[in-house]
């Protein structure tokens, strides 16, 4: 590997973990599901292959195509918005009972209809992967591109990877009612400030 090949790798890898790292809906369903023990494998595999798909969109250049119809990103914002103000809502009402909350706890409804909706209904995803990754991805050419969008792929696999099976092993203490009644309450006002955040950004 040439040491341009190597550059744009180490270049995507670095600027997908500074991007997806930040808390978000996706991390903090992760986060959920791994301590919980419930369908770990398959939520850590939605939210990895999603990422891929939209990294390839953004290195092929849609992320200019989303730009220019300003009308759609409201569209996706708007509905996005509500589904995590949807979300934050259940996560504050399951905090209520947290006798009920622990290990092997699932989530309401399907975990993988879940995980493809905070991803595919989130904007931050779009801004994150294919915008700025892709606009990111530019600098380095036409084949350097397309490392520069492996490196990404790779960050957000190992990332979602480790975070779904760091928590799944750390349940034993995680999944304790109080501390599980402190999650599902951190998870809901993040929710609802990544909501707030959205809406004031577009409209």
Known sequence: MNTTILAATVSGLLSGLSLIVAIGAQNAFVLRQGIAGDRVGVVVAICAVSDLLLIVAGVLGVGALVESRPGLLRVITGAGAAYLVWFGVRSLLSARHPQALGSGAPVRGSAALTAV?????????????VLMLGNLSTAHGPTGRWWFGAGAG?????????????????????ARPR??????????????ALAAMLLRSTF
């Not at 909706?117 to 992967?129: E, I, K, Q, R, S």
């Not at 501390?179 to 609802?192: D, R, S």
């Open 117 to 129: 909706a905070l991803t595919w209904l989130n904007p931050h995803v779009y801004l994150d992967t």
């Open 179 to 192: 501390v599980w009644q402190g999650i599902e309450i951190a998870i809901g006002l993040v929710m609802f």
């Open 154 to 174: 790779v960050a957000s696999v190992v990332w979602f990877t480790a975070l779904g099976y760091a928590a799944h092993l750390a349940s034993r203490w995680l």
